[in-house]
C-alpha cells in the first residue's frame, strides 16, 4: 500500500537503514555479509566464501567467477527486515582492482560498516575506502573479525584507527580472550559476558549465554578481568561511546567477532539498526538539498547485465533518495530528458529476485531492462526537475585493445563492449586510427580485464583476445584539434571515451614532459580524469 502524506513518507524512510561494508580482499566481508542475513533470519544457513565441505557458497557472490577466485566482484544488494526496520545492504567488490564499483556503491549509502581482520589491521584497500567516507562524512562502525585465529592485540588494533586515520575507537564490546582463543565478548553498555557456542561449521546462528559479572569470572577467571580493565582504559583516553561523535564521522563504535562462527554479528545488526542514520536530505548538482519527502527522485549507482541466464536481461540499480517510488509510474531521466516507464522493478537478494510495486528513501530498486539508463544518471517525478551530482570516474591505469578471436561474431562483440563500457567494468575507448573493431578497454587494474574476457566469452558468447598496451600516464586532452599532433609518433595517442572525453596517453612521464617541450601549446588537464576524491 503506498504512503500518502509527507509525515508518512518521513515515517517510513526513518526506519531504513542503508549501509556498505568496506574492507581489504580477504578480511570475510562476504561471509559477514552472510550472517547478517543469516542473524536477520532471511537465510536459514550460511554459506562459505572459499567452499568447505557440506556448506554452501554466499548469496552474495553469485558470478561463476566469484565463486570460482573466493573474492567479490561484483556489488550486491540484499534487502531484508529487521526488527522495525528495513535494512538495505550493499556488499561491495574488496578487491582495489574494483575500486571504482565501490566507490558509487558508497555514493548510495548512508553509513558504513569497516571490517578488518584481526591479525593484519588496517591494510590499503581498507585506507582508500575509509578516505571516501570520510570524503562524504558516512559514519562507520568498525567489526574487528576472525578474532576465532592467531592475531594482533586488541588495543593496539584500537591505537591504529587513532594513529593511522585519526578516527576514535569506542569499543561497544571487547573480546574475553586473545585472538586465536576467543571465549566471547564483555558487552560494555551491559557489563555482562556473552559467551558462543559454536555451530556445525558456523553455518547457523551461534548460541549465546550472558552472564552477569561474577558468574563471567567464574567462568574464565583472568581473561574476563583482563578484557574488563583494557576496555575501561580505552575509554578513560577517550574512548566513552558518544552517538553525535558517530555520527559526525569523528569516532566509530568497535565491535569484535567471528563473522566465519558467527560470533558478535547479532551485536553488529543491533547496533546499525539503533545507530545507523536514515535517509536525510541529498544535495542535488547545485548543493540545494533535496527534502526527503519531495516528489521521488533517485539515481542509478549501478548497471548490470547476466544475472537472470534465461533472460539475459540488464538491471539498473538505483538509490531512491526522496519520495516515494511506484512500480508503473513514469519518470524522466535528468540526463537525457526523456521519459522512462517503470514497468518491471525488482528488489534483490543476491541473484533472487522479487517484484517491488513501492519503495521508499534508501530503497534500493533494480530497474529492469533499463537499456536505456546509464551509471550515474538521475530520474525524478513531477517538477521542479532535480539533478544529483554526476559519479567520478577513476582514471585507468592499464589499457589493451580489444578484439574477437571469432570474426564471425561481430555483432555480439559489439553488443558485448557496448555493454561492458555501460556497466563501467571497463572504460572503452576508441580512435578513427584504430576503428570500432578494435576498442581500447581501459582499467584501473588488471583484474578488471579478466572479468571483461570471462563475461565476453560466457555471456555475449564472442571470446576476445586481449593485446596490452605500453601506455601508463594519462591526460585529458581540451582542445580536439590537437590530437594529431600526438597521434603522429609512437609514444602517445589520442582516445575517446564514451563519454566524449579525450584521453592522451604517453608510454610514461619522460614521454609526456618531452611532448610538452616540443608543443607548449598542448591544452591538457593535469587534474587528470575525473579522480576520485578520496585519493
Given amino acids: 500500500m503506498a504512503v500518502d502524506t509527507a509525515s508518512d513518507v518521513l515515517g517510513t524512510a526513518g526506519r531504513r537503514r542503508t549501509f556498505a561494508v568496506i574492507s581489504h580482499p580477504d578480511a570475510g ?4 555479509t552472510e550472517a547478517l542475513a543469516l542473524h536477520a533470519r532471511v537465510i536459514s544457513e550460511a554459506g562459505a566464501v572459499h567452499g568447505k565441505a557440506g556448506r554452501r557458497g554466499v548469496v552474495s557472490d553469485w558470478m561463476e567467477m566469484e565463486q570460482a577466485r573466493g573474492i567479490s566482484i561484483t556489488s550486491a544488494a540484499l534487502q531484508f527486515g529487521y ?6 545492504l ?10 571504482e564499483d565501490t566507490y558509487r556503491v558508497l555514493t548510495a549509502v548512508d553509513s558504513a560498516v569497516m571490517l578488518l581482520d584481526a591479525a593484519k589491521g588496517l591494510e590499503p584497500q581498507t585506507l582508500k575506502l575509509f578516505e571516501v567516507c570520510r570524503h562524504r562524512d558516512i ?3 568498525t567489526f574487528i573479525n576472525k578474532w576465532d585465529r592467531p592475531g594482533r592485540d586488541a588495543l593496539a588494533l584500537c591505537d591504529e584507527l587513532v594513529e593511522r586515520i585519526g578516527l576514535q575507537p569506542m569499543p561497544l564490546t571487547w573480546p574475553v580472550g586473545e585472538a586465536g582463543h576467543f571465549k566471547g565478548v564483555a558487552d560494555l553498555r551491559t557489563g555482562r559476558f556473552v559467551r558462543y557456542e559454536r555451530t556445525a561449521g558456523g553455518a547457523t546462528a551461534a548460541t549465546e549465554e550472558h552472564l552477569d559479572p561474577d558468574a563471567a569470572l567464574a567462568a574464565v577467571g583472568p581473561e574476563w578481568t583482563r578484557a574488563v580493565e583494557e576496555a575501561e582504559l580505552l575509554a578513560m583516553s577517550g574512548g566513552e561511546f558518544d552517538r553525535e561523535r558517530y555520527l559526525k564521522a569523528t569516532a566509530t563504535p568497535v565491535l569484535f567477532g567471528a563473522a566465519v562462527l558467527n560470533f558478535g554479528v547479532r551485536h553488529l545488526l543491533d547496533l546499525l539498526v539503533e545507530l545507523a542514520p536514515p535517509p536525510a536530505p541529498r544535495p542535488d548538482a547545485a548543493g540545494a538539498e533535496r527534502p526527503v519527502d519531495a516528489p521521488f527522485s533517485g539515481f542509478v549507482f549501478k548497471v548490470q547485465t547476466g544475472m ?3 533472460h539475459r536481461d540488464q538491471v539498473a540499480f538505483a538509490r531512491v533518495c526522496s519520495g516515494v517510488f511506484e512500480r508503473g509510474m513514469v519518470v524522466t531521466n535528468a540526463t537525457t530528458g526523456r521519459p522512462f516507464a517503470t514497468k518491471y522493478t525488482q528488489q534483490m537478494f543476491g541473484r533472487e529476485r522479487s517484484t517491488v510495486d513501492t519503495a521508499y528513501p534508501g530503497d534500493v530498486i533494480g530497474l529492469v531492462n533499463a537499456t536505456a539508463l546509464r551509471v550515474g544518471d538521475t530520474l525524478y517525478a513531477g517538477k521542479p526537475a532535480v539533478r544529483y551530482p554526476r559519479l567520478p570516474t577513476f582514471t585507468p591505469t592499464a589499457f ?5 578471436t571469432d570474426l564471425g561474431k561481430a555483432k555480439q562483440f559489439r553488443r558485448g563492449v557496448e555493454q561492458l563500457g555501460a556497466e563501467g567494468v571497463v572504460q572503452v575507448l576508441t580512435s578513427d ?4 573493431a578494435a576498442p581500447v578497454f581501459a582499467a584501473v587494474g588488471p583484474m578488471q580485464f579478466e572479468v571483461a574476457a570471462h563475461r565476453m566469452d560466457a555471456e555475449f558468447n564472442s571470446p576476445i583476445r586481449l593485446d596490452q598496451l605500453p601506455y601508463s600516464t594519462v591526460r585529458r586532452l581540451l582542445d580536439p584539434e590537437q590530437a594529431k599532433i600526438l597521434n603522429t609518433g609512437t609514444r602517445s595517442e589520442v582516445l575517446t571515451r564514451a563519454d566524449g572525453t579525450l584521453l592522451a596517453l604517453f608510454l610514461d612521464e619522460i614521454s609526456l614532459g618531452m611532448a610538452r617541450r616540443l608543443n607548449p601549446e598542448l591544452a591538457l588537464d593535469d587534474s587528470l580524469v575525473d579522480t576520485d576524491p578520496g585519493d
Fill in 29 to 32: 566481508k562476504s561471509t559477514l
Fill in 83 to 88: 526488527g522495525d526496520c528495513v535494512v538495505n
Fill in 90 to 99: 550493499l556488499d561491495t567488490p574488496g578487491h582495489a582492482d574494483f575500486s
Fill in 139 to 141: 559514519p562507520v562502525i
Fill in 308 to 310: 537472470d541466464r534465461a
Fill in 400 to 404: 589493451a585493445v580489444a578484439r574477437p
Fill in 433 to 436: 586510427r584504430r576503428g570500432d
